[in-house]
């Protein structure tokens, strides 16, 4: 998919403040059973027709006025991805300006965790 630059230069600024991790990080992260609030911020459809195994959905639409009730406290750890990395680096700028301290965006998205033969499901 082709981004336009506004899009793009928006993803860039907030990339500078989020914490990112690789899919293999994230994958050792959740083996290891570590605490962590697993989400995926893509559309309905797109959780719909699959996600990572053990994903929870909360659309990057609805993720600020909803998380609070789903995580009250904001320092636990809290995993996002979407499809590619570009929005959940955005969800995890808009958590960390609402008080959440220990928000990681999954580098590379769903495409990578695919591409990597990790679990899915429907």
């Not at 050792?28 to 962590?36: C, H, I, K, P, Q």
Request: with cysteine.
């Amino acid at each position: 998919m082709k981004h336009n630059p506004g899009f793009l230069k928006l993803v860039d600024a907030a990339r500078a403040r989020v914490k990112e991790c690789t899919v293999a990080q994230a994958k050792t992260m959740l083996d290891r059973g570590e605490a962590v609030h697993f989400l995926d911020v893509r559309e309905d459809h797109e959780f719909a027709k699959d996600h990572a195994k053990g994903a929870r959905h909360l659309g990057k639409g609805i993720i600020e006025r909803d998380v609070e009730t789903l995580i009250p406290n904001k320092d636990e750890a809290i995993l996002l991805y979407c499809g590619g990395g570009y929005r959940s680096v955005l969800a995890a700028d808009a958590l960390h300006q609402m008080g959440y301290s220990n928000v990681v965006s999954m580098d590379g998205g769903i495409k990578s965790w695919r591409d990597a033969g990790y679990p899915m499901e429907r």
